[in-house]
């Protein structure tokens, strides 16, 4: 099945600076999507990119997709510490895949 | 309010018992998953079900098993079979799965402890 690695799997960043976080996949896709999860809870639907897209926003939130590299980052802007959570991109058709994902902390 | 509950949150478990985790939505959502989380882990699929009274194995069925006699049901049986359960447990439902996947909606999630 399919599945996206996340990169970096850490990352600490100053409140106010931005963060980028990047998925690379190995198969052809439909979509990506990116979550969020915050300690001990259940994940948060972010953005959901389709193939066909380049990029995409939501608020501070931006995603692009390259499927020539196959790969998609997600970029946060002017990042606050309520941002610190851990973020995971998703893949798939009928089932979702998740990869391991990058633990965002972002310090006040 | 709309949305997916788990109960409970903190289950303990004697090892060679069977424990029911619950998961209920409102969404009118067709499409039910269960899936496992380990520490620092991602999530992996357990079971997924797309219809009332149809579900079918994720990547990691073996010593779990489920029910859907509900659209607004999905509970999931950790039996004694399963050999290592301690982990984090999350349920999710989506509109329906389609050719293109919709995005997938989770409830709060269920620490499971085997004693």
């Known amino acids: 099945s399919q599945q996206g690695e996340e990169d970096p799997q850490a990352l600490s960043i100053q409140e106010g600076e931005n963060a980028t976080m990047n998925c690379s996949y190995k198969t052809s896709i439909n979509n990506l999507q990116w979550y969020r999860q915050n300690s001990g809870r259940g994940l948060v639907h972010l953005i959901l990119?389709?193939?066909?897209?380049r990029e995409k926003h939501s608020g501070r939130l931006r995603v692009t997709l390259d499927t020539s590299k196959k790969s998609s980052s997600l970029l946060i802007t002017a990042s606050r510490a309520a941002d610190t959570a851990s973020y995971f991109c998703?893949?798939?058709?009928?089932?979702?895949?998740f990869g391991s994902g990058t633990q965002l902390t972002v310090l006040p | 309010d709309g949305g997916i509950t788990q109960s409970p949150k903190y289950l303990f478990r004697k090892e060679g018992q069977n424990v029911t985790l619950s998961c209920e939505q409102n969404l009118n959502h067709d499409a039910m998953y269960w899936y496992r989380q380990d520490p620092g882990q991602g999530l992996r699929l357990i079971y997924y079900s797309q219809i009332v009274n149809d579900f079918q194995k994720g990547d990691i069925a073996e010593g779990y098993s489920v029910s859907r006699e509900k659209k607004e049901s999905f509970p999931l049986t950790v039996t004694s079979a399963q050999k290592n359960p301690t982990a984090f447990y999350l349920c999710?439902?989506?509109?329906?799965?389609?050719?293109?996947?919709?995005?997938?909606?989770f409830g709060p999630g269920t620490r499971l402890t085997v004693l």
């Open positions: 998703a893949l798939g058709a009928r089932q979702l895949t």
């Open positions: 999710a439902s989506s509109m329906r799965m389609g050719e293109f996947t919709d995005t997938q909606y």
């Open positions: 990119i389709r193939s066909n897209e």
